[in-house]
């Protein structure tokens, strides 16, 4: 089934440490977005992409970097991650505007900052 | 600014209760998308549905209904007959049309649906 993948699904780490958090799909989909939960804030959008070429930053891009490295991947990197970046980090994907525009999401990483 | 307001933090019920959602959203758009996504505790979101600007219809799905209304910028889901299955954490969403694909997220109502 076509399908919007994460690795790893959780993660802990300790303070300093670079980490990057992978997304890969089989949707065929141009759009794709990494976005972080916390508790009582919903979902905020770190950063997205249109394309391979274009990257964008979103609303808490600062202490994070992205690559996409092919259509069907997008990879999310903390370069020194710190504790209050201990979320759930989602990675979604959505066809070009004007077809609907609903995201689909990966399933999750728990990371966890010690 | 655009900005979702989901002001229900969380919301206890007992089974077959109806329960409300409440959403209100702000923008100055005149074309955008709402939707609501439900997180069950297994994690994933799981999107319910999408309803662009200019479709004000109400619309029904079982026991799910939406009810969007844009002279008060609220799109409410209600769930009637409550079951056990329907715990977990509603979230509302704007996309704005022309900020290509950008969702802005309510802060979520964790509903809890007791047997």
């Known amino acids: 089934d076509a399908d919007v993948t994460q690795t790893p699904r959780n993660r802990i780490t300790k303070t300093g440490k670079r980490i990057m958090l992978e997304c890969s799909q089989t949707k065929g989909h141009d759009r794709m977005y990494w976005y972080r939960q916390d508790p009582g804030l919903g979902l905020r959008l770190i950063y997205y992409?249109?394309?391979?070429?274009?990257?964008n930053k979103g609303e808490i891009s600062d202490g994070y970097s992205v690559s996409r490295q092919a259509q069907a991947k997008f990879s999310l990197s903390l370069e020194s991650a710190i504790p209050n970046q201990t979320a759930l980090y989602f990675c979604?994907?959505?066809?070009?505007?004007?077809?609907?525009?609903?995201?689909?999401f990966g399933p999750g990483t728990r990371l966890t900052v010690l | 600014a655009q900005k979702v307001t989901q002001a229900q933090t969380e919301i206890s019920v007992v089974e077959k209760e109806d329960v409300t959602l409440d959403c209100v959203y702000e923008t100055r758009d005149t074309t955008y998308y709402l939707f609501w996504y439900k997180q069950p505790p297994s994690g994933e979101l799981v999107f319910l549905i999408r309803?662009?600007?200019?479709?004000?219809q109400n619309e029904i799905s079982g026991r799910y209904s939406w009810n969007f209304q844009k002279s008060t910028s609220s799109f409410n889901f209600t769930i009637t007959a409550s079951q056990v299955v329907d715990s977990a954490v509603y979230f509302c969403a704007l996309l704005i049309y022309n900020q290509g694909g950008k969702l802005i997220f309510g802060q979520g109502t964790e509903l809890s649906v007791k047997p």
């Open positions: 979604a994907t959505s066809v070009r505007q004007g077809k609907g525009n609903e995201q689909f």
């Open positions: 309803r662009n600007s200019f479709d004000e």
């Open positions: 992409s249109f394309d391979v070429k274009d990257i």
